[in-house]
């Protein structure tokens, strides 16, 4: 299986920069696409989608949110930071079954 | 309007089953291949496996393929989980979500997710 890795907390200010990061022991990475999606959950509700195939924003999900990366290192980051971000925040890479996610990083304000 | 909503949850004892249901609406159902998570109590996410429209392909995470089973009735709108020897490690939020595979199988609708409890 292919294991991602997420640091378990991040505490950023309002207004500043959150970079969250994922690592995974093996390359999501395939013709081109790097198989690799982010999700939020608030406490209390399901996962919603925020990023797609790395870099690619979902839809309604505010320009705030940017992902990047390739291969084993891929990164979300939220630009700046409001207090409605507070979450966790998971990555999951479909690149080989089984689907797998990361531990998650909740994201908390200074 | 994407609608998915789980049902069929509760306490339920060590050993026994539980089936669970996902009613889906606001979307081609029959399009979709469509998923189950779970998530233990404080914990992260876990894929438990998909099924594909036609239910010819269903996929599950190795760890788990012997004690549930996923179908659907697309006639229905309906998703299901069947599972299994319950024991206390399944204490789960139970989540269905659909899958896009246009983008390499994600899952961009999920439902509000029911709980499952095993205990004496």
């Known amino acids: 299986d292919i294991v991602l890795t997420q640091s378990p907390a991040l505490a950023v200010s309002l207004g500043q920069r959150a970079t969250i990061s994922c690592k995974t022991n093996?390359?999501?990475?395939?013709?081109?696409?790097?198989?690799m999606h982010w999700y939020q959950q608030k406490p209390g509700q399901q996962p919603k989608l925020l990023i797609y195939?790395?870099?690619n924003l979902a839809s309604g999900i505010p320009a705030r949110f940017s992902g990047r990366g390739s291969g084993t290192d891929f990164t979300l980051t939220i630009d700046p930071v409001e207090a409605d971000d507070t979450a966790t925040y998971y990555c999951?890479?479909?690149?080989?079954?089984?689907?797998?996610f990361g531990g998650g990083t909740k994201l908390e304000l200074k | 309007e994407v609608k998915l909503v789980e049902s069929g949850g509760g306490l339920v004892q060590p050993g026994r089953s539980l089936k669970l249901s996902c009613a889906a609406s606001?979307?081609?159902?029959?399009?979709?291949?469509m998923g189950w998570v779970r998530q233990a109590p404080g914990k992260g996410l876990e894929w438990i496996g998909e099924?594909?429209?036609?239910?010819?392909?269903?996929n599950y995470t190795p760890s788990l393929k012997d004690k549930f089973t996923i179908s659907r009735d697309n006639a229905q709108n309906t998703l299901y989980l069947q599972m299994s020897k319950l024991g206390s490690e399944d204490t789960a939020i139970y989540y269905c979500?659909?899958?896009?595979?246009?983008?390499?199988?994600?899952?961009?609708?999920w439902g509000q997710g029911v709980m499952v409890t095993v205990s004496s």
């Open positions: 979500a659909r899958e896009d595979l246009n983008y390499g199988s994600l899952f961009d609708y």
């Open positions: 606001g979307f081609s159902f029959n399009d979709y291949w």
């Open positions: 099924i594909n429209q036609d239910s010819s392909t269903i």
């Open positions: 093996q390359n999501v990475d395939y013709y081109g696409n790097s198989y």
């Open positions: 195939l790395a870099s």
């Open positions: 999951q890479q479909s690149r080989n079954l089984p689907w797998t």
